[in-house]
């Protein structure tokens, strides 16, 4: 099975990360939908949460949010994975990066991580310039939704740039020609810090595990 969880910061929802680690067999995997939070700071919460993330003898891959730390994150080496292109944290820990449609367990998953922050974290220093798209993931993603024929199973990212709130204009582009162009089964997002589901195609994940059987 395949599960899903969003925005854990580097310690927040450890009961839902424990209880995946406890019910999941050696075949199933957890995704992230962004803000992991890996190395984000130096708090003992932090160092906790990466401890048993590093530690993790279940698989887990994770999208980019937009509080993230990036230099570390990009400081892997890429490899190919399921039809991708991945950053490889641990054996079992793994990143997956913007644009790439990736086959797993038989399904197909479209993924784009990143968004803007709010001007708070601007004015706080912590704005960081790859929380945004570039211009190269941009043309790949719509390059590999094109090489699948505009039809993926399932769209991961971590925000679903809807018009609402500080909005990137490229992502929101995105999200609405995947919405208007592209057939999927379900669109799932993070960001929002609010598990709901959103309309009949949409739904937003935080602090609950979605699975996708």
Same mark, same amino acid.
Do not use: R, S
């Given at each position: 099975?395949?599960?899903? !969880? @969003?925005?854990?910061?580097?310690?927040? %929802? *450890?009961?839902? *990360?424990? %209880?995946? !680690?406890?019910? @999941?067999?050696?075949?199933? !995997?957890?995704?992230?939908?962004?803000?992991?939070?890996? &190395? #984000?700071?130096d708090s003992e919460e932090n160092k906790a949460f990466d401890d048993l993330i590093f530690s993790s003898k279940k698989k887990i891959a994770f999208l980019d949010g937009n509080h993230e730390n990036f230099k570390y994150i990009y400081s892997f080496n890429e490899e190919k994975w399921c039809g991708g292109i991945i950053h490889r944290l641990t054996e079992n820990v793994i990143h997956l990066k913007r644009g790439y449609v990736f086959e797993i367990q038989g399904k197909s998953f479209f993924v784009f991580g990143g968004c803007k922050s709010s001007p &708070?974290? %601007?004015? $706080?220093? !912590? /704005? $960081? =310039?790859?929380?945004? =798209?570039?211009e190269k993931q941009l043309d790949r993603a719509y390059n590999n939704l094109k090489k /699948?024929? /505009?039809?993926?199973?399932?769209? *991961?990212?971590? &925000?679903?740039?809807?018009? %609402?709130?500080?909005?990137?204009?490229? *992502? #929101?582009n995105l999200c609405k020609f995947i919405d208007d162009k592209v057939e999927y089964k379900h669109f799932y997002a993070g960001h929002w810090h609010n598990a709901k589901v959103f309309d009949e195609k949409h739904t937003f994940v935080y602090d609950k595990l979605v699975c996708i059987e």
């Open positions: 099975m395949i599960y899903l !969880l @969003a925005d854990m910061h580097g310690g927040e %929802k *450890l009961g839902e *990360l424990n %209880k995946y !680690l406890e019910i @999941a067999n050696d075949d199933d !995997l957890l995704i992230i939908l962004g803000d992991i939070g890996i &190395k #984000f700071c &708070k974290w %601007k004015e $706080q220093g !912590l /704005y $960081q =310039p790859e929380e945004e =798209p570039t /699948y024929g /505009y039809k993926v199973d399932y769209v *991961l990212t971590h &925000k679903y740039e809807n018009g %609402k709130g500080t909005v990137n204009e490229d *992502l #929101f």
